[in-house]
């Protein structure tokens, strides 16, 4: 079985600044690893994924993360946040399987609120 | 190319009513997916189809919830009856490989 831990349930930031939202996670097996981004009154978007290869994954909108196995972390970071970044963000992982997503276990949310 | 889409997008209804939720996938997506996210909580796994067969309902709460996909097209969740604590946000996803998400319906049970 798979959980996911994201550290902070909220965070805000002045706009331009830098941001790192925490993601751990544990596995008994090998996992994929995901963010994805909710907008105010929308579905849920992702933003990247880490399958295999390189640990540093660049996703959209200026997002990257790293997966660090020993410390089983994925944060996500950006160097410099816009007011359009106000959204929701979840960690999730799923078993990994051929390169296709299987179910999907997710973190509880981080809310990132970019203030001017 | 059109998204996940589900309908309705919010629901009210009252404790012992029945409530229908509909998921239409992207065309070509064989496996589809339920979440449900209550307030609060993280976002839950309900069920997986491949087609129009059930691959893993593991995460369906208990018996009043019933999901079905009609020929390997849409998908509907049907819950009979609403309880109190089925009050959350529904997602659907669809994926050949990667999931897309649907905006989800937001159920409410008064």
């Known amino acids: 079985a798979q959980s996911v831990t994201q550290l902070d349930s909220q965070v805000p930031v002045f706009e331009e600044a830098p941001v790192e939202l925490r993601c751990n996670y544990s596995s008994s097996v090998s996992v994929y690893l995901f963010w994805y981004v909710q907008y105010p009154n929308q579905g849920l978007q992702l933003l990247l994924k880490y399958l295999s290869g390189s640990t540093l994954v660049k996703g959209i909108n200026g997002f990257e993360a790293e997966f660090n196995k020993s410390q089983t972390s994925f944060h996500l970071r950006k160097p410099s946040v816009h007011i359009s970044d106000t959204a929701e963000y979840f960690c999730a992982v799923s078993a990994a399987a051929g390169g296709s997503q299987g179910n999907l276990i997710f973190g509880k949310g981080t809310k990132l609120s970019v203030k001017p | 190319e059109a998204g996940v889409t589900q309908f309705p997008s919010h629901s009210v209804i009252e404790k012992g009513q029945t409530v229908t939720l509909r998921c239409d996938p992207i065309?070509?997506?064989?496996?589809l997916y339920w979440y449900r996210r209550v307030m609060g909580k993280e976002i839950k796994f309900l069920l997986h189809?491949?087609?129009?067969?059930?691959?893993?309902e593991s995460g369906m709460p208990n018996n009043r919830f019933l999901a079905e996909r009609t020929g390997g097209t849409y998908s509907t969740l049907k819950v009979q009856p609403a309880e109190l604590e089925d009050s959350g946000v529904y997602f659907c996803?669809?994926?050949?490989?990667?999931?897309?998400f649907g905006p989800g319906t937001r159920l409410t049970v008064t």
């Open positions: 189809f491949v087609k129009e067969s059930k691959q893993d």
């Open positions: 996803a669809s994926s050949f490989y990667e999931q897309y």
């Open positions: 065309s070509g997506h064989d496996n």
